[in-house]
């Protein structure tokens, strides 16, 4: 009876160390520059990223050359708000990030107030300058419109690019 508790315990221990080393991955991150209209970093910029349906929040500040990293973040709709001593506010809204592909916005603070704000509302996507990996996400209507033979799952995820 011994040797079976042994060998229970030691399957649930080994099982345990499988979920903790291959944890899924499920999440994005942001990166970029923060520029004064000449082009110029802007070291110590505040950046505020809220996500639209969770309502969190996570900030950082900008390096010495004007670069930020925010890593680890859920994928959805979030707001981007950029402020800087000297310069008017620059929100951004409708920054869709997607799993596992990285997005790059680069902004580009205009000289003003605090008080003058400057929304962008319609820009193109969040760009991936990091890697060469590609995300495209299927919904389910898409997934049921597709003609698959024999609703065969791997012949569902040939038609991601980068799987073989």
């Known amino acids: ?21 291959f944890p899924q991955a499920s999440s994005s991150s942001l990166q970029g520059t923060v520029t004064d209209p000449s082009g110029s970093a802007i070291p110590g910029a505040s950046l505020a990223l809220a996500n639209v349906d969770s309502k969190t929040e996570r900030s950082t500040v900008t390096g010495p050359q004007g670069e930020y990293r925010l890593l680890a973040l859920p994928p959805g709709t979030y707001t981007l708000t950029v402020t800087a001593k000297g310069f008017s506010r620059h929100t951004q809204t409708g920054l869709q990030l997607l799993v596992n592909t990285p ?44 003609p698959l033979d024999g609703r065969n799952v791997p012949e569902l995820l040939s038609l991601q690019a980068g799987v073989a």
């Open 1 to 21: 009876m011994k040797r079976f508790q042994r060998c229970a315990l030691l399957i649930t221990i080994l099982l345990g160390l499988v979920r903790t080393t």
């Open 103 to 146: 997005a790059t916005i680069n902004v580009e603070l205009k000289v003003g107030g605090a008080t003058e704000n400057v929304t962008v509302t319609s820009e193109a996507p969040a760009l991936n300058i990091v890697d060469a990996s590609i995300g495209n996400p299927f919904d389910e209507t898409q997934v049921k419109q597709i």
